[in-house]
């Protein structure tokens, strides 16, 4: 079966094929680093994550970049009510947030591009915009002019004829009724403090929404294969990210669009602003690990809404404690007799697990079928202990599963001497900007039977 998965821009499942045979481009959105992610924003995180995973499981070249939100009003807002300067703000909320990707199993993606430091890039970007006809000025600040793009909507299905007349905004976030011409670059105010940029522009700083295109385009090229973020974000940002991508390059910005559900808490969204939100040190207090929050995550579909609760997670938590006690029980086999039928049963049940990964990344249906593989196993082995080819056959099922869900905590394969130093010699390549030693590198690792991930914790070897 071929890899489908629901396409927002289309409304159906959609066969990928990436625009390059064997590579993936994929752009998902970033935390906005004002405040610790709560866990509906960690959601989308470990989503993106197993999809990334799961890409790679496929044998796909895959480039994944993840923006790092760290100039905006909420950013600015937060610097100001700390007393402390931006950049050192967002930097210790950007490093909570790789702590919590760390706890969460997550792997990281490839670039985390910052807003700050793409400023340059943003400015070219609305001067492109601007000669092209797509802008207009008003009090220092540059506005796009949506009806200048006849695309708009594509996407979210909004209609652009409900578009208010001669209306702006300048907040980076804004609810539908309000849709109109949005601000790209923001004039200098005075709450902005030491917040700006001089720029042939003006005194200002870029807008929200032209931030995510710029880097998208900046490190992944005109068309990306795949982009994804959280429902909320389908309109206004996705829809103006389109309009800025493609009104600049008239080119097609992203061919599949994917977008995951909200977490909800007490029947609502959650967020800060409701003050329903935890944050995952609030899990972690009540005795559960960054592995139990992922596996509950990967329980529910990712397009799938659901309302969290502390018992729906230590339900989870259970059930991930009964696959990893199997997990254990294996490593103790070996002097049992082979069973008729279980090294089939694992040939199917790892058929089955990519089958139903492979339809919209399910995999809540795919650890479903890992649970029903366990019981499979136990049922046909009884009390006796399974014999050491046996056991290697369920392990590696175990295995591939975990490649993608992440959460049996596997760990890295033992990596020789000689390959490590080869992916240590590819870093003093990349620090030198030898890139081209640092690809060949990389390509002679994976030649040789291993998988090397750059991580926010630094390079990371397996065994492919």
């Not at 499981?57 to 480039?63: P, T």
Request: proline share 3%; hydrophobic share 35%.
């Amino acid at each position: 079966m071929a890899l489908a998965m629901y396409n927002t821009l289309t409304r159906k499942k959609d066969v990928f094929e990436p625009l390059r045979e064997g590579e993936v481009r994929i752009y998902t959105c970033g935390p906005t680093i004002y405040d610790a992610p709560h866990i509906g924003n960690l959601r989308a995180f470990v989503f993106y994550d197993a999809l990334v995973r799961l890409l790679r499981f496929r044998g796909y070249e895959v480039k994944h970049v993840m923006n790092l939100t760290d100039v905006d009003d909420k950013t600015i807002r937060a610097s100001r009510e700390t007393g402390v300067p931006l950049r050192e703000h967002t930097d210790r909320i950007a490093s909570l947030f790789f702590e919590n990707l760390e706890t969460l199993g997550c792997r990281g993606a490839d670039v985390y591009p910052r807003a700050t430091e793409t400023v340059p890039q943003m400015v070219d970007l609305i001067k492109r915009l601007r000669d092209k006809g797509h802008t207009y000025e008003m009090e220092g600040s540059t506005y796009f002019r949506v009806d200048s793009f006849p695309g708009y909507g594509k996407l979210s299905g909004f209609d652009p004829k409900e578009l208010k007349a001669g209306a702006r905004i300048d907040a980076d976030e804004y609810e539908k009724e309000g849709a109109s011409d949005f601000v790209l670059w923001k004039a200098w105010k005075e709450e902005d403090g030491d917040v700006y940029w001089e720029t042939d522009l003006g005194k200002g700083r870029p807008g929200w929404h032209i931030e995510c295109s710029t880097m998208a385009l900046e490190h992944l090229g005109d068309t990306l294969d795949i982009h994804g973020g959280g429902v909320d974000l389908i309109f206004p940002h996705h829809e103006n990210e389109i309009a800025q991508a493609e009104a600049a390059t008239g080119k097609p910005f992203v061919r599949t669009w994917l977008h995951n559900g909200w977490l909800l808490s007490e029947g609502r969204k959650m967020s800060k602003s409701l003050k329903n939100d935890y944050v995952l040190s609030d899990i972690q207090a009540k005795g559960f690990t960054g592995l139990d929050l992922r596996y509950f995550f990967l329980t529910n579909h990712y397009r799938q809404q659901f309302n969290f609760t502390l018992e729906g997670l230590e339900a989870a938590a259970a059930a991930l404690k009964r696959l990893r006690d199997f997990q254990r029980r294996l490593s103790e086999a070996g002097e049992g007799e082979e069973r008729p039928g279980i090294a089939e049963a694992a040939a199917r049940a790892r058929a089955r697990f990519v089958e139903t990964l492979e339809d919209d990344v399910n995999t809540a249906g795919a650890i479903g079928d890992l649970h029903a593989f366990v019981g499979e196993v136990n049922r046909m082995a009884g009390a006796q202990a399974l014999s050491a080819s046996d056991a290697r056959a369920v392990r590696d099922v175990l295995a591939d599963a975990d490649e993608v869900l992440g959460v049996l905590g596997s760990g890295e394969a033992d990596v020789p001497e000689e390959i490590r130093e080869m992916a240590r010699e590819r870093d003093r390549a990349r620090a030198s900007r030898d890139f081209e030693r640092a690809d060949a590198l990389r390509d002679e690792i994976r030649a040789r039977g291993y998988r090397l991930e750059d991580t926010p914790k630094g390079p990371r070897l397996k065994k492919a």
